[in-house]
């Protein structure tokens, strides 16, 4: 990330970002993809998921899953 964010350059305010906000830049848009995908087979067919638990699974699943919740309006994961 350290190599990505001397590519990247500084923002609109000159500042260069750190590899962490690099890093965390990136968690955030695999969070916002995930949740998404979520809304899209769920949500837009007229289901309700803030009535339900999300369920985790996998390597990653933990690191996501409360943030993902989050950005769902969920208040429960099943992991």
């Known amino acids: ?5 001397k590519e990247i ?3 609109e ?7 962490e906000e690099i890093a965390d830049g990136f ?3 695999a969070v916002e993809n995930m949740a998404n995908a979520i809304k899209k087979i769920s949500v837009e067919r007229g289901h309700d998921v803030t ?3 999300l369920s985790c699974f996998g390597g990653a699943g933990g690191q996501h899953a ?3 919740a ?3 309006g ?6």
């Open 9 to 11: 350059g500084p923002d």
């Open 13 to 19: 305010n000159g500042r260069h970002r750190t590899p």
């Open 1 to 5: 990330f350290e190599a990505l964010a």
């Open 51 to 53: 009535h339900y638990a």
């Open 66 to 68: 409360c943030q993902i």
């Open 70 to 72: 989050d950005r769902l």
């Open 74 to 79: 969920m208040q429960k994961v099943h992991i």
């Open 27 to 29: 968690l955030k848009i």
